[in-house]
């Protein structure tokens, strides 16, 4: 983010006091409440958890230690000895209880007519189906099952059907291209892969099943491919590899009774591949009892949700925040989570807002990218819907500006909604940093206070404690349930990228401050990670992408701030001695990015350059492209170890805008 976005974010003197808890309800309600549970949580942070794993879960047997961990190994166990299963927890107890009739999940697909309600019971009941499929082919306890799907009402069910046999979810955003996707399946050698023939978008139908077909063919360990007819899209079926969903949910033969795995609160529940530093996305590994804590606590803190709520996350599933905020949050606290299948500007920018009207949604949970875009189509859109559902407003993925945070507050929130500003990752399993709604004055754009329970920092580079409005590294002192637990199959990346540069704590790779009220303000990312559209991707990926072409002899890739996406991407290519520049190869370029990992990682611009400002030593200096990239061209600071300064004003003269 720019020093000027972060320094006019600093000097945000407004202050939103909650509302008050007019119904005497609310899970937290007033700032002592939530004072007395901070102070709870970090006198006594076991007995706090040890309660709310109690509280929110059904356990088929109790743990016998709270918390076993040593985050300098590291070494984290949360709930040791306890036995659970996630499916259980989201369906058959409420199924058993008194929800069987309660919607679960309330569909809209992408045409404003496909609108489905699946109830606890016809979920229960579908995913008991689809766990004795998986059964069937083989899966067991343990083995991966690669997902790859629209937003659609089979993910949910893949997803748990995964959980109520014990096989590991690996979800794969469906806008990720076929080479993302084959690295994703072979790294963590899944056995099955559950896709569709098409997603809808905007109105279109994107085949996504032949990216299947291509990523396969180079992983010998797919056994099994089942294809969800989602688009009535042509298809080619491999023979004794690929099976219809609807046919095999069909088969009589199925046994749906086996009741479901028990699990060990330690045993892994899913795989989620993100970007690093490098150019290999990690598979961040979340385990069972802990991270399905987590989501169910923080979901009902954070958003105070209530039984009779409808209650919308509009991220997609393939990223974390749908995970543990459409899926797995929501339904083990047996709510109502409304599931969108299709993008908020079409047919047209005010699709939201028709469906907060449309299903009466109570908590509406979107990303700042998406505010900033429906703010820049006018109010006439939001005006012409009744909002006045809307209880409780989140934001996610990425720094709020102030202006988008008013925007949000005064025409959806009609002045009167808190916002709650959420910071997470991947990593973190759930929000970390986040106002409770009914106990938390606001800031605009600031995430607030680590939740009772996080022990957040600012430190300096030596890990001492930084002071008020003194810039640092955003870290994690204790555990916390929702906590990762390992980079699949890569033990050492998971402790050096996490734990050692400061002993004994978790290291974020988030840059904030503290203001003088202890309230936190995310700065950003401090390594080669850009978030685009709330995104988030390795510079590096796209670096690696760009030299696999021929032509390409040397790139490098930096965000650039952008008034929509919050960052955009730039990169700055050498090519090789028979290349040429021309506009022809720059939209090849752009276009191979776009096949080799997805439309998201598509540089906005791409610059030829003759060469790349670099150290003696052969480093980057990507501080300077950034600069460049930003147009900030006449404070370099030091460029004394620049081993070609002439490269510099070369970069500034074939600088180029956004188009
Ligand atoms: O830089 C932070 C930013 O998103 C990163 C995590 O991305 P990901 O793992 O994809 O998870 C996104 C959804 C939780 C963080 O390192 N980020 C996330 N939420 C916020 C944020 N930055 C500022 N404010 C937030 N509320």
């Known amino acids: ?49 040890g309660e709310r794993a109690a509280q929110l879960i059904d356990w088929f047997k109790p743990w016998d230690t709270v ?58 009941d579908e995913v008991r189906r689809f766990a004795a499929v998986l059964r069937k082919m083989g899966v067991h306890k343990g083995d991966r099952v690669s997902l ?26 469906a806008g990720f291209s076929a080479v993302s996707l084959q690295n994703r399946i072979h790294d963590c050698e899944a056995k099955v892969v559950v896709t569709a023939d098409a997603v809808l978008r905007a109105g279109r139908r994107i085949p996504l099943k032949v990216n299947v077909d291509e990523a396969v063919r180079q992983c010998p360990s797919v056994e099994k491919v089942v294809v969800v007819n989602r688009g009535s899209l042509e298809v080619t079926m491999e023979e004794g590899r690929d099976l219809w969903w609807h046919e095999v949910m069909a088969d009589r033969t199925l ?11 330690e045993d892994m529940l899913f795989i989620l591949y993100t970007s690093g530093s490098t150019g290999k996305p990690k598979g961040v590994v979340h385990t069972t009892g802990g991270y399905l804590t987590y989501a ?53 920018p005010d699709r939201f807002w028709r469906i907060v009207e449309k299903f009466r949604v109570n908590i509406f949970y979107t990303a700042p990218t998406v505010v900033r875009a429906l703010m820049r189509e006018g109010t006439d859109w939001t005006e012409r819907h009744d909002l006045s559902s809307l209880r409780v407003l989140g ?22 909604l808190p916002i709650v500003d959420t910071w997470w990752q991947t990593e973190t399993g759930g929000i970390m940093i986040s106002g409770l709604p009914y106990a938390t004055t606001l800031k605009p754009g600031s995430a607030t206070q680590p939740l009772p329970g996080v022990d957040a920092a600012i430190v300096r580079p030596d890990g001492s404690p930084a002071g008020p409005n003194e810039g640092g590294h955003l870290v994690i002192r204790k555990p916390w349930p929702g906590m990762l637990r390992g980079i699949f199959g890569s033990p050492e990346r998971y402790r050096s990228t996490y734990f050692e540069r400061f002993p004994g704590m978790y290291e974020s ?66 090519l090789g001695a028979d290349a040429e520049e021309t506009e022809e190869l720059r939209a090849e370029l752009r276009a191979w990015v776009r096949k080799e990992i997805g439309p998201i990682a598509t540089p ?41 300064p002439g490269v510099v004003s070369d970069l500034i003269e074939g600088r180029l805008q956004l188009t």
Not at 153 to 159: D, G, I, Q, S
Not at 255 to 265: G, I, L, Q, T
Request: charged residues 25%; glycine residues 8%.
């Open 604 to 644: 906005d611009v791409l610059q030829f350059a003759e060469g790349l400002p670099k150290t003696r030593s052969g480093k980057i200096m990507r501080r300077i492209l950034r600069k460049i990239a930003a147009g900030a061209t006449s404070e370099f600071g030091d460029t004394s170890t620049l081993a070609d």
């Open 296 to 348: 169910a606590h923080t979901t009902q803190w954070v958003f105070d949700v209530q039984d009779d709520d409808v209650y919308w996350c509009t991220a997609d599933i393939g990223w974390i925040t749908g995970h543990s905020y459409i899926v797995y949050g929501p339904l083990a606290l047996g709510a109502t989570s409304l599931m969108f299948e299709g993008v908020p500007s079409w047919p047209s």
């Open 67 to 124: 918390l076993d961990a040593d985050m300098n190994e590291p070494r984290i166990e949360w709930f040791k000895g306890g036995r659970l299963n996630v499916a259980h927890n989201c369906l058959d107890r409420h199924v058993a209880g008194n929800r069987r009739n309660k919607a679960a999940i309330i569909w809209q697909g992408e045409p404003e007519e496909d609108v489905r309600v699946l109830t606890y019971q016809m979920l229960y």
């Open 1 to 49: 983010m720019s020093q000027e976005r972060i320094e006019s974010m600093m000097d945000e003197k407004r202050h939103f006091a909650p509302p008050a808890d007019s119904r005497g309800r609310a899970h937290v309600s007033g700032e002592a409440a939530r004072e007395a549970l901070v102070r709870r949580a970090a006198e006594d942070p076991e007995g706090f958890w």
């Open 395 to 416: 934001s996610v993925g990425e720094p709020i500006n102030p202006e988008a945070w008013m925007w949000y507050h005064t025409h959806i929130g009609k002045g009167r």
């Open 148 to 173: 790859y799907m629209p937003m659609i009402p089979e993910l949910a069910v893949a997803m748990l059907a995964c959980a109520r046999i014990g096989a590991v979810h690996s979800i794969v955003f």
């Open 255 to 265: 046994d749906v009774d086996r009741p479901c795995e028990e699990m060990d609160a």
């Open 509 to 574: 790779g988030d840059g904030a401050r503290t203001d003088t009220d202890g309230y936190f303000w995310i700065m950003g990312r401090l390594d080669d990670v850009i978030n685009v559209s709330g995104h988030r991707m390795g510079t590096a990926e796209v670096e690696s992408a760009l030299v696999a072409h021929p032509s390409v002899a040397e790139a490098a890739v930096v965000g650039m701030p952008h008034a929509v996406k919050g960052e955009a991407i730039y990169a700055y290519v050498t």
